[in-house]
């Protein structure tokens, strides 16, 4: 249920530009941002930082976006997002404090070395993702920038978790069980 809400945002956006235009889009992504954040509040009692963090952006570069009737901020938000990701987990290595680790280290025991690679890893493709971002949004057009936002990121992004997990995998001790959570 988590990943369908995480996605209702993207394709209310989507939904909304291809029958309406960009400004009507980047309100209907404010307001679905909204309800996804009310959503997982009801559902789970919590909702996490990087869903809060992600909001107020959508919410101040969408609302900039319809008030100013510019697309330039809506198209800013993607890589903004992006940098904030790539900076958090760089800083939290930095400071040997590895974010990744802290979320998934209970599920997968791997050396600290296997962690900050990952992280490394997700910083360069956050970093890449937000330069490219930034390329389509202004050198190509609308439409396309549009386009590679819902289905150009998330097809990267899922090509590149596949491919982190894959990473993880090999790493993790030859008799490791997950554990079962219905308990």
Same mark, same amino acid.
């Given at each position: 249920?988590?990943? /369908?809400?995480?996605? &209702?945002?993207? #394709?209310?956006?989507?939904?909304?530009?291809? %029958?309406?235009?960009?400004?009507?889009?980047?309100?209907?992504?404010?307001?679905?941002?909204?309800?996804?954040?009310? !959503?997982?509040?009801?559902?789970?009692?919590?909702?996490?930082?990087?869903? #809060?963090?992600?909001?107020?952006?959508?919410?101040? %570069?969408?609302? !900039?976006?319809?008030?100013?009737?510019?697309?330039?901020?809506?198209?800013?938000?993607?890589?903004?997002?992006?940098?904030? %990701?790539?900076? $958090?987990?760089? /800083?939290?290595? &930095?400071?040997?404090?590895?974010?990744?680790? $802290?979320?998934?280290?209970?599920?997968?025991?791997?050396?600290?070395?296997?962690?900050?690679?990952?992280? %490394?890893?997700?910083?360069?493709?956050? /970093?890449?993702?937000?330069?490219?971002?930034?390329? /389509?949004?202004?050198?190509?057009?609308?439409?396309?920038?549009?386009?590679?936002?819902?289905?150009? &990121?998330?097809?990267?992004?899922?090509?590149?978790?596949?491919?982190?997990?894959?990473? &993880?995998?090999?790493?993790?001790?030859?008799?490791?069980?997950?554990?079962?959570?219905?308990?």
């Amino acid at each position: 249920m988590k990943q /369908i809400l995480d996605f &209702l945002p993207l #394709l209310v956006f989507f939904g909304v530009y291809k %029958f309406y235009d960009i400004y009507l889009a980047s309100g209907a992504l404010v307001a679905a941002s909204a309800v996804q954040i009310a !959503l997982l509040y009801l559902l789970y009692k919590k909702v996490e930082k990087q869903h #809060l963090i992600t909001f107020a952006l959508v919410a101040v %570069f969408g609302t !900039l976006t319809m008030v100013l009737r510019d697309d330039t901020f809506i198209k800013w938000k993607v890589t903004v997002v992006q940098f904030l %990701f790539a900076g $958090a987990l760089l /800083i939290s290595e &930095l400071m040997g404090r590895s974010l990744l680790k $802290a979320m998934l280290g209970k599920e997968m025991p791997l050396p600290d070395q296997v962690w900050r690679n990952t992280s %490394f890893a997700w910083v360069a493709f956050f /970093i890449a993702s937000g330069i490219l971002n930034m390329y /389509i949004a202004f050198n190509l057009s609308q439409e396309v920038w549009v386009n590679f936002k819902v289905f150009g &990121l998330m097809g990267m992004t899922l090509a590149f978790t596949v491919g982190t997990i894959v990473y &993880l995998y090999r790493h993790l001790p030859k008799d490791f069980k997950p554990q079962d959570k219905q308990k």
